[in-house]
């Protein structure tokens, strides 16, 4: 994890710190979350729909093997996915008013793009030899949580 300081106007900054408080989050996770999730639509509006191997990015830089590896290991922020579930376990208890659905349609889009963007990475790590191919016995070790790049051959 790198620190980075920002500066934020008063509005924004006194804004930010309402919705973490809001949320029961410290200000700088709360900006971290954000920041992710801002990223991970700027991913699927540009680099993955320019892109569908994740080979290049949109102005035709190629992306770094660590890159890659970032996208295969692609996943939602932590209150994005429990704030998904509870809101689908709700679904199933009750009709949900139109602004949990607004949400839930949100976290939605986000988890297949999310999912869309892991399965690119993990296509273009294999065929960089960064990752075995799906018949190789590393893709059958129970609880494989994070993707780490075996040396290329």
Known sequence: METITLNLPSRLASSARILARHRGQKLAEFVSDELQMLLNKKIRLGVTRRDANAKTRANGVALSDEEVMQFANARMVRW?????????????????????????????????????????????????????PMTDKYWSKPNRRKLSPRTKR
């Open 80 to 132: 994005q996915a429990q704030q998904m579930h509870r809101l689908i376990h709700a679904a199933g208890r009750r009709e949900l008013t139109s602004e949990e659905q607004r949400i839930l349609d949100t976290l939605l889009e986000i988890y297949n793009e999310t999912c869309l963007n892991k399965a690119r990475g993990i296509a273009e790590a294999v065929r960089r030899g960064l990752l075995p």
